[in-house]
């Protein structure tokens, strides 16, 4: 019976709270949720005179934090409160980055999309917790130019490279890295790993795209 009741309180406690209420509630005077990371890059390099930030975003980076906010004053949580926040916090820049990105399919969902639109494959490799992979993502591939770029002649697939296997018998270069396919899935036009900028990535995004104009193929 008492586990009856214990199992009754807590299915009440997590619908009665969500991870954001709690955030919003408790952390959100201080800790704005999502800013653009183009935005926060320029507010940081102008020591945070841009925004006038009180508390780093949910999807700062740490040096960031170090260098430009104090000790934040602790939150005191109940034990239900704190098990809601903690996974919110944790995934939230991942959701961020999903929803204010360009959209990933999967590689069987890609060819089909790439041959009806006449697009290019491109697969991105990543690790969880790789940081050149957390940079692309929010830096690189939210910015408008670059999704606009993505979504004429592209088609993005993601894959995490220690679960997934590349197609066409590619081997994993580390992450992030960049494998661009021709829509029809048998010839490999370019891969690149390792990070860069907006004008770099698109740079690449073209080279690519003449290189399938001219022919020419990796394999």
Known sequence: MRFI???????????????????????????????PQSKLIKNYENGNQEL????????DFEDWVIENFKTMPPIKLSEEEAELLAPYIFNFAEKMMVSHSVKRYSYEEALKKAQDENKIVMIEGYIRFCRGCIKMDREVFVEDRVKKALD????VVKMNMLLEKLPLNLKS???????????DGKHVIDKIQGTGTVEEFLELLENIRQNVKDGKFLK
């Open 5 to 35: 009741l214990l199992g009754i309180i807590a299915t009440i406690l997590t619908y009665a709270k969500t991870g954001e209420e709690i955030f919003k509630k408790r952390c959100g005077s201080c800790h704005i949720d999502y800013i």
């Open 173 to 183: 270069m580390g992450t992030p890295a960049f494998y661009f396919i021709t829509k």
């Open 52 to 59: 006038n930030l009180t508390a780093p975003t949910l999807t």
């Open 152 to 155: 004429k002649n592209f088609v």
